[in-house]
């Protein structure tokens, strides 16, 4: 890359959380911090995986994304266990993108910890902080913190309505199983202009949209696999819920991997080796069986959940998602596996110079019904 790009204007709504009109789509990227390799195949030091990853969300800052976000994890082949921790020295090097959690690990967390750090965040960033709470899809976190995977479900529940109430800012009258009681008790620092912006993310169950739509948070699908269309029945019911619950609308997103490059061969040639080794590790791990070309070619076709191509490509499936599902936003999971951190950061320059404002004159022209 000669040099970082000039900055491009943003709109942003009003409220952060807030439907965008159907001729526009805001465009984030998020990551785990996936551990690159080095030229002799051995795994980089998490510390210089930690720093290359303040450098891309630097130039996603600089190329006018709308949000970055990083996955909370704890084990190896991730770099992010303290997601508001990195988000603070972004928030330092960074001026307009919106800085999250993707997502923060609530069933193993303290919720007023939670608030606590992601109000500090949003104080340093001026009011750009936003937290995706969920259950994750790895379990590390509850033999690391000493909790016990009976207790899965409850653990998240309850810690979900103890957080909304502390998210509301006013003293907190709570009590469950799964900690002590409060009574009255206040949680600071507060934010200044708003609440904290707090998203669910969810994998595609229905019950997990109803919760959402109960709670009347703005709800974020990972599509990891399959077809971005046959989440539009999810879709559907959380906007039907969110009205029977008299809430109003918020912002409906969508997580999924992918990879930009200069050309559609490009992309798919340097994105496969590692899109494979990740998905043959993660298989193994879950009882899947093995992958192979066919299932990536399928992955990356128009209709699939995977968004690798070259501007144009991705562009234009970014559009296909946005008439199919009306969605608000669409965060690209821009690190898959060892993919090199100079091949993550053409991909970053490309989704915010060539990427957006291609999606955007396409929208433009044919805005979702």
Request: charged share 20%; hydrophobic share 40%.
């Amino acid at each position: 890359m000669a040099g970082t790009p000039a900055p491009r204007p943003v709109s942003v709504p009003e409220s952060p959380t807030a439907p965008v009109a159907p001729d526009r789509i805001l465009l984030g990227l998020n990551t785990f911090g996936d551990v690159g390799e080095n030229p002799d195949g051995s795994p980089q030091p998490h510390a210089r995986v930690l720093r290359q990853l303040l450098e891309e969300a630097q130039l996603a800052d600089a190329v006018g994304l709308h949000a970055f976000g990083v996955g909370e994890h704890h084990r190896k082949d991730y770099a992010v266990s303290a997601p508001e921790v990195f988000l603070a020295a972004a928030a330092a090097r960074t001026t307009r993108i919106r800085l999250g959690s993707a997502v923060t690990v609530l069933s193993s967390d303290d919720p007023i910890r939670v608030f606590q750090r992601f109000s500090t965040v949003d104080a340093i960033s001026n009011g750009r902080a936003e937290v995706m709470l969920g259950r994750g899809s790895f379990i590390e976190s509850f033999p690391l913190f000493g909790l016990d995977l009976a207790d899965y479900e409850v653990l998240f529940e309850e810690k979900l309505e103890l957080f909304d109430k502390v998210r509301a800012q006013k003293p907190v009258h709570w009590e469950g199983r799964t900690r002590p009681a409060m009574a009255g008790l206040s949680v600071y620092p507060p934010l200044e202009r708003h609440l904290l912006p707090a998203w669910i993310g969810v994998g595609g169950t229905p019950e997990s949209v109803l919760r959402c739509a109960q709670y009347g948070y703005p709800i974020i699908f990972a599509i990891i696999g399959g077809q971005p269309r046959a989440f539009r029945p999810l879709v559907d019911l959380y906007r039907e819920a969110m009205a029977k619950y008299g809430h109003p609308m918020q912002q409906v997103a969508t997580h999924s991997p992918g990879h930009v490059a200069d050309t559609d061969e490009q992309a798919r040639e340097e994105l496969f080796p590692h899109w494979l080794k990740l998905r043959n590790k993660l298989g193994a791990e879950r009882g899947w069986g093995p992958a192979g070309r066919g299932e990536f070619d399928a992955l990356c076709a128009p209709e699939g959940a995977l968004y690798v191509g070259s501007p144009e490509t991705v562009a234009r499936k970014i559009v296909l998602l946005k008439q199919n599902l009306g969605v608000d936003r669409f965060d690209l999971k821009y690190s898959n596996g060892p993919l090199p951190h100079s091949a993550m950061m053409r991909s970053i320059e490309l989704m915010g110079t060539a990427v957006a404002p291609r999606v955007a004159e396409l929208l433009a022209d044919s805005p979702a019904r």
